[in-house]
Protein backbone atom coordinates (compact mmCIF):
# COMPACT_ATOMS: atom_id res chain seq x y z
CA UNK A 1 0.00 0.00 0.00
CA UNK A 2 1.35 3.58 -0.65
CA UNK A 3 1.68 6.23 1.25
CA UNK A 4 -0.25 9.86 0.58
CA UNK A 5 2.48 12.14 1.17
CA UNK A 6 1.36 15.70 2.12
CA UNK A 7 2.57 18.10 -0.18
CA UNK A 8 4.62 21.30 0.94
CA UNK A 9 6.54 19.00 3.78
CA UNK A 10 9.89 16.41 3.50
CA UNK A 11 9.89 13.15 3.74
CA UNK A 12 11.74 11.50 7.33
CA UNK A 13 13.65 8.46 6.02
CA UNK A 14 14.37 6.90 9.69
CA UNK A 15 16.77 4.22 8.94
CA UNK A 16 16.93 2.09 11.73
CA UNK A 17 19.04 -1.00 13.44
CA UNK A 18 21.72 -2.47 15.36
CA UNK A 19 24.83 -0.87 15.84
CA UNK A 20 27.01 -1.88 13.01
CA UNK A 21 24.12 -2.92 10.40
CA UNK A 22 24.65 -0.87 8.30
CA UNK A 23 22.52 2.04 8.71
CA UNK A 24 24.65 4.90 8.06
CA UNK A 25 26.84 3.25 5.18
CA UNK A 26 23.13 2.76 3.53
CA UNK A 27 21.83 5.96 4.34
CA UNK A 28 25.30 7.92 2.64
CA UNK A 29 25.16 5.66 -0.34
CA UNK A 30 21.24 6.73 -1.30
CA UNK A 31 21.74 10.31 -0.17
CA UNK A 32 22.46 11.44 -4.02
CA UNK A 33 19.14 9.94 -5.30
CA UNK A 34 17.08 10.79 -2.85
CA UNK A 35 17.98 14.22 -3.68
CA UNK A 36 17.49 13.94 -7.19
CA UNK A 37 13.80 11.62 -6.55
CA UNK A 38 12.33 13.77 -3.70
CA UNK A 39 13.93 17.42 -3.62
CA UNK A 40 16.74 18.87 -0.91
CA UNK A 41 17.82 15.84 1.85
CA UNK A 42 20.19 16.18 4.73
CA UNK A 43 21.20 12.89 5.98
CA UNK A 44 22.02 13.16 10.25
CA UNK A 45 23.86 9.76 12.02
CA UNK A 46 22.89 9.58 15.73
CA UNK A 47 26.84 9.57 15.98
CA UNK A 48 26.84 13.13 14.35
CA UNK A 49 24.15 14.38 16.22
CA UNK A 50 25.31 13.04 19.74
CA UNK A 51 29.26 14.58 18.57
CA UNK A 52 27.42 17.85 17.73
CA UNK A 53 24.93 18.35 20.61
CA UNK A 54 27.68 16.59 23.21
CA UNK A 55 24.91 13.98 24.09
CA UNK A 56 26.89 11.63 26.27
CA UNK A 57 24.41 9.62 28.17
CA UNK A 58 23.68 6.12 26.84
CA UNK A 59 21.25 4.45 29.51
CA UNK A 60 18.13 3.36 27.81
CA UNK A 61 16.50 6.70 29.97
CA UNK A 62 18.71 8.81 27.63
CA UNK A 63 18.31 6.98 24.55
CA UNK A 64 14.52 7.92 24.97
CA UNK A 65 15.31 11.59 25.87
CA UNK A 66 17.80 11.79 22.91
CA UNK A 67 15.60 9.84 20.22
CA UNK A 68 12.55 12.47 20.94
CA UNK A 69 15.54 15.16 20.32
CA UNK A 70 15.90 13.84 17.16
CA UNK A 71 12.08 13.25 16.00
CA UNK A 72 11.45 16.73 17.20
CA UNK A 73 14.27 18.18 15.09
CA UNK A 74 13.65 16.23 12.25
CA UNK A 75 9.89 17.32 12.53
CA UNK A 76 10.72 21.06 12.48
CA UNK A 77 12.71 20.48 8.84
CA UNK A 78 10.28 18.32 7.18
CA UNK A 79 7.98 20.59 7.64
CA UNK A 80 10.07 23.34 5.92
CA UNK A 81 9.88 20.71 3.15
CA UNK A 82 13.09 19.39 3.48
CA UNK A 83 14.11 15.55 3.80
CA UNK A 84 16.05 14.31 6.22
CA UNK A 85 17.36 11.22 6.15
CA UNK A 86 18.26 9.59 9.31
CA UNK A 87 20.40 6.82 10.44
CA UNK A 88 20.63 5.72 14.22
CA UNK A 89 20.27 2.97 15.99
CA UNK A 90 17.10 3.90 17.95
CA UNK A 91 14.75 0.90 18.83
CA UNK A 92 12.59 2.71 20.34
CA UNK A 93 9.04 1.56 19.81
CA UNK A 94 7.84 5.24 22.12
CA UNK A 95 10.25 7.07 19.85
CA UNK A 96 8.73 5.64 16.62
CA UNK A 97 5.01 5.86 17.33
CA UNK A 98 5.61 9.51 18.28
CA UNK A 99 6.85 9.72 14.43
CA UNK A 100 4.02 7.92 12.78
CA UNK A 101 1.70 10.60 14.64
CA UNK A 102 3.54 13.73 14.10
CA UNK A 103 5.22 13.54 11.37
CA UNK A 104 2.96 13.47 8.07
CA UNK A 105 5.95 12.05 5.85
CA UNK A 106 7.51 8.91 7.58
CA UNK A 107 9.05 6.21 5.88
CA UNK A 108 10.48 3.52 8.58
CA UNK A 109 13.45 1.52 7.64
CA UNK A 110 14.59 -1.44 9.31
CA UNK A 111 17.95 -2.64 8.58
CA UNK A 112 17.93 -6.38 9.51
CA UNK A 113 20.88 -7.66 10.87
CA UNK A 114 21.17 -10.45 13.63
CA UNK A 115 23.84 -9.51 16.79
CA UNK A 116 26.00 -12.75 15.81
CA UNK A 117 26.32 -11.76 11.71
CA UNK A 118 27.71 -8.43 13.20
CA UNK A 119 30.07 -10.04 15.81
CA UNK A 120 31.60 -11.98 12.78
CA UNK A 121 32.26 -9.23 10.59
CA UNK A 122 33.54 -6.79 13.50
CA UNK A 123 32.13 -3.99 11.90
CA UNK A 124 31.92 -1.61 14.95
CA UNK A 125 34.82 -1.06 17.77
CA UNK A 126 32.10 -1.03 20.00
CA UNK A 127 31.30 -4.46 20.20
CA UNK A 128 34.95 -5.34 20.69
CA UNK A 129 35.68 -3.36 24.18
CA UNK A 130 33.86 -3.32 27.14
CA UNK A 131 31.32 -1.13 27.24
CA UNK A 132 27.51 -0.71 29.28
CA UNK A 133 24.25 0.04 27.70
CA UNK A 134 24.88 -1.74 23.84
CA UNK A 135 21.50 -2.10 22.45
CA UNK A 136 20.93 -6.05 21.41
CA UNK A 137 23.18 -6.74 24.22
CA UNK A 138 22.91 -4.56 27.53
CA UNK A 139 19.79 -2.81 26.30
CA UNK A 140 16.98 -4.73 24.60
CA UNK A 141 16.35 -3.94 21.28
CA UNK A 142 12.71 -2.91 20.72
CA UNK A 143 12.41 -3.74 17.20
CA UNK A 144 9.66 -2.37 14.72
CA UNK A 145 6.72 -4.80 14.53
CA UNK A 146 4.83 -3.24 11.02
CA UNK A 147 8.15 -0.73 9.46
CA UNK A 148 7.53 0.01 5.59
CA UNK A 149 10.86 -1.28 4.48
CA UNK A 150 13.07 -4.30 5.83
CA UNK A 151 16.42 -4.65 4.12
CA UNK A 152 18.09 -7.97 5.31
CA UNK A 153 21.80 -7.43 5.81
CA UNK A 154 23.46 -10.90 6.55
CA UNK A 155 26.86 -9.09 4.81
CA UNK A 156 26.58 -11.70 1.97
CA UNK A 157 25.56 -8.60 -0.26
CA UNK A 158 27.68 -5.53 -1.16
CA UNK A 159 26.54 -1.75 0.18
CA UNK A 160 25.78 -0.90 -3.49
CA UNK A 161 23.40 -3.83 -3.82
CA UNK A 162 21.56 -3.52 -0.65
CA UNK A 163 21.44 0.57 -1.60
CA UNK A 164 20.00 -0.70 -4.72
CA UNK A 165 17.15 -3.18 -3.03
CA UNK A 166 16.37 0.22 -0.39
CA UNK A 167 16.11 2.34 -3.35
CA UNK A 168 13.40 0.85 -5.41
CA UNK A 169 11.32 -0.56 -2.03
CA UNK A 170 11.58 3.59 -1.08
CA UNK A 171 10.18 4.22 -5.07
CA UNK A 172 7.61 1.50 -4.66
CA UNK A 173 6.17 2.68 -0.98
CA UNK A 174 6.32 6.80 -3.06
Do not use: C
Not at 68 to 74: I, R
Request: hydrophobic share 40%; no cysteine; proline share 2%.
Amino acid sequence: MKKKLKKKRGILFWITGLSGSGKTSLAIKIKKQINNLYGPTIHFSGDQIRKIFDLRGYSAKDRIKIGFMYSKLFKFITDQNINVLFSGIVLIKKVRKWNKKNIKNYIEIYIDSKIKSILIQKKKILYKKQHNNIVGIDITADIPNNPDIIIKNDFTLSINDLSKELLQKINLKL
